[in-house]
């Protein structure tokens, strides 16, 4: 494992930081209208453990306030799972944080168009998902919510589950060229499309014509972060960094926000990674932490760190 700083202006350094998470208030920027996301501590990352929520090695506590959603409505606590990908929204101070939102953000929901003969690769909306191991009882033709996180064009799924819903979901990064609006690799087509940003996060429901290689969205929101916790002053993210044009030259895929232009990420860009730090209209890490790719190590280095 390795926490560094990120400053251009600081040296990498290796080795287990114990302040992941620093007290540290901001002032905030116009930028953050752009970026679409409002909120108190906003989370991202994979659902580790229970007993509470472990989540990108953070420990949340929940109460009957708490708000339990996913790409289609309202769900119970009782239904989220290990592996699940959440969007979390959370007040108070780093060693007593309270979730007042948590949303299942499923990357993908609709139907497997193909596999691969070892089950370690799912296509689903015309995208594929790399699995670490087969989904049980999974084929082609079967509908399936994907969690997990973008890693370029695919998602690295960490939980694929069946569902019921008839209607196919895209969630992730906007990217807009030449007119033309893609979620992941997805073209787009459908209402509210002109009004997207690029490189925004947005999540659009409604179907995926394979035929015409694209998702025609019914319904679109595009926020990530509803303001369930108040003003945003810090992000723990966990994900892959996809390149970008401008500065600082990546992205976390899938995030829907832009990083600070100061700083240093080239030795991440092939790497999973806990990025923690504040968001100022752009996210200033100042930590990472480099994740095995296994979910048993990941599991245990997250549960140590949410108890540091």
Request: glycine share 12%; aromatic share 6%; charged share 20%.
């Amino acid at each position: 494992m390795t926490t560094s700083k990120l400053s251009r202006r600081t040296a990498l350094v290796a080795g287990l930081s114990t302040v992941l998470f620093p007290h540290v208030a901001w002032p905030q920027s116009t930028e953050r209208d752009v970026e679409g996301g409002i909120g108190g501590t906003g989370i991202v990352g994979i659902l580790t453990d229970f007993g509470s929520l472990i989540v990108s090695g953070n420990l949340l506590q929940t109460d009957g306030s708490t708000r339990f959603s996913d790409g289609f409505g309202q769900i119970n606590e009782s239904d989220l799972k290990i592996g699940d990908s959440l969007t979390i929204e959370a007040a108070g101070p780093p060693e007593a944080l309270l979730a007042k939102r948590v949303h299942v953000t499923h990357p993908l929901v609709g139907k497997v168009s193909a596999q691969s003969q070892d089950g370690l690769e799912l296509v689903v909306n015309g995208v594929t998902c790399r699995l670490e191991n087969p989904a049980a009882d999974i084929g082609v033709g079967d509908r399936v919510a994907v969690s997990g996180l973008w890693r370029g064009r695919m998602v690295i799924a960490s939980r694929v589950s069946r569902t019921r819903s008839p209607r196919d979901l895209i969630s992730g990064d906007v990217q807009i060229s030449f007119g033309r609006v893609r979620i992941g690799p997805v073209n787009m087509r459908g209402p509210g499309m002109s009004g997207l940003v690029d490189g925004s996060f947005a999540t659009a429901i409604g179907r995926f014509e394979p035929t015409q290689a694209r998702f025609v969205a019914e319904s679109l929101t595009a926020t990530r972060f509803v303001g369930a916790a108040g003003a945003l002053a810090q992000l723990s993210i966990e994900g892959y960094l996809d390149p970008v044009a401008a500065a600082p030259g990546y992205r976390v895929a899938g995030l829907g926000h832009s990083f600070a232009r100061n700083l240093q990420l080239d030795r991440y860009e092939d790497t999973r990674v806990l990025f923690n730090g504040p968001y100022t209209g752009r996210f200033a890490a100042n930590r990472a932490v480099v994740l095995p790719e296994r979910f048993q190590a990941r599991r245990s280095l997250l549960a140590t760190l949410s108890k540091s």
